[in-house]
């Protein structure tokens, strides 16, 4: 157990739709991270938030927002939904900023798998 | 744009023997380097991780080798077991920045 809880765990929704998967970081870690998985892909870096403010952008599409509230628990917020955006949506929390004076370690939740018909 | 290259899907080795997974970057400014575990229907776990000053990690039968000339990444598990089986991430990371790249994965198969 990472410390890091994300749901749902699963969710089938229809093309047009907006799902919102939720994060609660463990307890302590400032930082939080979504990641995207497509089948056979690696992870994709969306976008990454620390103490409540954005900090890093990936490659995040624009019908996709986050945000990450003051008691540090995120939501991804993914709208106008298409089949592609089918994926496994991973959540990892840090308790500051990785590099050589820290960890790096990145804690993930379990993920949410978004299937889009 | 793929930073973080992993070039082999799978790998299988005999248990016992040494499982050697490589990495490729390309950009010159990454100075944190890690390796992530994923078994299915989990998310990934942090293995082992190497800072860009240093050339070699060691953690029990986990083994970081950093090649900044060739910007090469390699873990080696000695010895190997049928528990190791797992898709192995390298992540790459610009700690200014604080971005952390990932390479696709590669699927390890330890038989018994």
């Known amino acids: 157990d990472s410390g890091v809880t994300q749901t749902p765990k699963h969710l089938i929704t229809a093309t047009g739709q907006r799902v919102t998967l939720r994060c609660s970081p463990r307890s302590g870690d400032l930082s939080v991270y979504w990641y995207q998985q497509s089948l056979d892909q690696g992870l994709q870096f969306l976008i990454q938030?620390?103490?409540?403010?954005e900090r890093a952008k990936g490659n995040i599409l624009e019908r996709f927002s986050a945000q990450q509230f003051p008691d540090l628990h995120s939501e991804l917020n993914l709208s106008s939904l298409e089949l592609g955006d089918s994926a496994l949506y991973f959540c990892?929390?840090?308790?500051?900023?990785?590099?050589?004076w820290g960890t790096g370690e990145l804690f993930f939740g379990e993920g949410s798998r978004l299937t889009v018909l | 744009d793929q930073q973080v290259k992993q070039n082999s899907p799978s790998l299988s080795v005999q248990e016992g023997r040494i499982s050697i997974l490589n990495c490729d970057y390309t950009n010159s400014m990454f100075d944190y380097f890690l390796w992530y575990k994923k078994y299915p229907a989990e998310g990934p776990t942090f293995l082992i991780s190497?800072?860009?000053?240093?050339d070699k990690n060691e953690d029990g039968r986990f083994t970081v080798f950093l090649n900044k000339s060739a910007k090469h990444l390699s873990l080696h598990i000695v010895p190997s077991q049928p528990g190791d089986s797992a898709v192995y991430f390298c992540?790459?990371?610009?700690?200014?920045?604080?971005?952390?790249?990932f390479g696709s994965g590669t699927k390890l198969n330890v038989k018994p």
């Open positions: 938030y620390y103490n409540g403010e």
């Open positions: 992540a790459a990371v610009v700690s200014y920045f604080n971005k952390f790249y």
């Open positions: 190497i800072s860009s000053i240093k």
């Open positions: 990892a929390s840090s308790e500051g900023i990785a590099g050589p």
